[in-house]
């Protein structure tokens, strides 16, 4: 199991995007079904992407194995960094629901699941990933090294990746 931690860089948007959309369909199904049990593998899968992106992951196996490769359109390649602390915001999101369906705080628990979900949606449907948008006020604001991602600190660094320099079964 050598190099099974760490989050991949570059990461295909299309399978983040394929990710999101899992995302906002098991959050909604827990919701409307008022299932607070699905809390768990939701938690689950954003935990085992902050670790080792789309490897642990059943929802990133299914995006990046399943999905993507069938998808007959252009990739395009981001940074991995910024997209490693969505995956982050969405642990803590979905944490947080999950303790407080846990602690009987059910309306609570889907509050926020609500705000991951439209999260998640904007991501999914707009291509909109939040903390993408924030990583670079994040570290121009000292908050986040420059050395953890330099092409987010200077937009003309950032190469445009072809589908050929990335091996497709690491990319998120």
């Known amino acids: 199991m050598a190099n099974i931690i760490g989050f991949p860089n570059p990461v295909n948007e299309t399978s983040a995007r394929v990710v999101a959309g899992g995302v906002v369909a098991m959050g909604t199904a827990t919701i409307a079904l008022d299932q607070p049990w699905?809390?768990?593998?939701?938690?689950?899968?954003?935990?085992?992407?902050?670790?080792?992106?789309?490897?642990?992951?059943?929802?990133?196996?299914?995006?990046?194995?399943v999905?993507?490769?069938?998808?007959?359109?252009e990739h395009r390649f981001v940074p991995g960094p910024p997209k490693?602390?969505?995956q982050g915001v969405g642990l803590a999101m979905?944490?947080?629901?999950?303790?407080?369906?846990?602690?009987?705080?059910?309306?609570?628990?889907?509050?926020?699941l609500g705000g991951l979900i439209g999260a998640a949606s904007l991501e999914a449907?707009?291509?909109?990933?939040?903390?993408?948008?924030?990583?670079?006020?994040?570290?121009?604001?000292?908050?986040?090294?420059?050395?953890?991602?330099r092409e987010c600190a200077d937009i003309w660094l950032r190469p445009t990746a072809a589908a050929g320099d990335v091996d497709e079964a690491d990319v998120a």
């Open 38 to 65: 699905l809390l768990v593998p939701i938690t689950y899968g954003f935990a085992a992407r902050v670790l080792t992106g789309p490897k642990l992951s059943p929802l990133g196996q299914l995006a990046t194995k």
């Open 67 to 73: 999905v993507t490769p069938r998808l007959n359109i």
């Open 84 to 86: 490693r602390l969505a």
């Open 94 to 112: 979905s944490g947080t629901a999950l303790a407080l369906a846990a602690t009987g705080r059910r309306r609570a628990a889907y509050r926020v």
């Open 125 to 149: 449907f707009l291509g909109f990933c939040i903390a993408c948008r924030a990583f670079p006020v994040l570290m121009k604001a000292g908050l986040i090294p420059e050395d953890v991602c």
